[in-house]
């Protein structure tokens, strides 16, 4: 299936199934910022990496000083993949409904760390494997995804109504005003499929990239390499075709999250990513919309190989390492409020004129008047 939908953009590049390359962050608010933290009351520096993201957050807004995020949102896309019912997972596939609830009633992790910062969650219905809630399956594509190692995930159609519905879902959550989107996963089965995309782009062995996902035991552990392997068998035919490659070796809920980080890339809204399965639709939402990457900030890496496997392809350093492996966002919304930090002292900080302290420089020049 080709996926270059007809025209190029105004350089002449090729548009790639309605997304074009993306163009980054402000350079010229990135070097007003860079230069902002040089005037504040610090020393060069001594802020390590906030400095880094709070130009990086400036940039990305096109404002120096930045303005804090005030409408941080989550979205969680569930969905159910025929692979779990293969022995892959240490969970039963129907887990996938009832954590969906769950989100919708207020009691998981993520809505926990969503209220400690400062975001909203919404859940989409990809593609779970039952009935849910009207409110949340506006967007379904299908009741689960192919079993990718033995047959394809999705349909030409299917796989094209899931990348629009991801597209669309960003545009709803940006022109509701949301200002930092935060991609999160729920779906029994989801690191298998994750782990085929991250070992094929990155040209890994199944056996380096494989992890124990919800904790499985040695024997499931087995049953996991094998389909993998069986996956990438089925996937590489198409690797360099990030549409085709969804289609065959991902999942409904994959293709609408690639959608959805490759739309918030072009309508320049910065992105924080979460764990391995993010992370897996964000290397092919690379290779849909060339550039992206720019526009996101992985939060942290997670005890899945296949994470750092991927973070060091997009060439992307994770805010955290805490052994987390979760899923929902729940990585991503531990990191917020280091995101929050970074805004206030670049925004909140004095500068050393406007607080009348001195500078190494104000003092040698009062040391040469003397002289």
Not at 164 to 193: Q, S
Request: with cysteine.
């Amino acid at each position: 299936m080709s996926v270059e939908h007809p025209g190029t953009t105004p350089k002449g590049l090729p548009v790639t199934h309605g997304f074009a390359p993306v163009s980054a962050p402000d350079a010229q608010v990135r070097a007003a910022a860079e230069q902002r933290q040089q005037q504040l009351t610090k020393p060069a520096g001594s802020l390590g990496r906030l400095e880094e993201l709070g130009n990086w957050i400036a940039a990305c807004q096109g404002v120096c000083p930045p303005a804090e995020f005030e409408r941080a949102r989550v979205v969680i896309f569930a969905g159910d993949h025929g692979v779990a019912e293969h022995g892959v997972s240490a969970y039963p596939s129907e887990v996938t409904a009832q954590m969906v609830a769950n989100f919708l009633a207020g009691g998981a992790a993520v809505n926990a760390l969503a209220t400690v910062a400062g975001a909203t969650v919404r859940v989409v219905d990809i593609a779970v494997d039952g009935d849910t809630e009207l409110s949340i399956a506006g967007h379904k594509v299908r009741r689960g995804s192919g079993s990718i190692d033995r047959e394809d995930a999705l349909t030409e159609d299917e796989v094209a109504a899931a990348l629009a519905a991801g597209r669309a879902i960003a545009d709803e959550e940006i022109d509701g005003g949301a200002d930092l989107l935060v991609a999160g996963d729920m779906g029994i089965g989801n690191t298998t499929p994750a782990t085929v995309l991250i070992a094929t782009l990155t040209g890994t062995e199944p056996v380096a990239a494989v992890g124990r996902g919800t904790g499985v035991d040695d024997a499931g552990w087995i049953r996991k390499v094998a389909a993998i392997r069986d996956g990438m068998r089925r996937a590489r035919p198409v690797a360099t075709d990030p549409v085709d490659l969804l289609r065959v070796a991902a999942g409904a809920d994959f293709a609408a999250m690639t959608g959805f980080l490759a739309q918030a890339a072009t309508r320049r809204t910065p992105v924080l990513l979460d764990g391995v399965v993010v992370t897996a639709a964000a290397l092919v939402a690379e290779d849909l919309a060339a550039g992206a990457k720019a526009w996101w900030l992985p939060a942290h890496r997670s005890t899945e190989p296949a994470h750092d496997l991927a973070l060091k392809h997009l060439r992307l350093e994770p805010l955290l390492d805490l052994d987390m492996r979760l899923g929902e966002g729940s990585g991503a919304l531990t990191a917020l409020p280091i995101l929050r930090a970074a805004v206030a002292t670049l925004a909140e900080m004095s500068t050393f004129a406007d607080a009348g302290v001195s500078t190494a420089e104000a003092d040698s020049a009062t040391i040469d008047l003397v002289k």
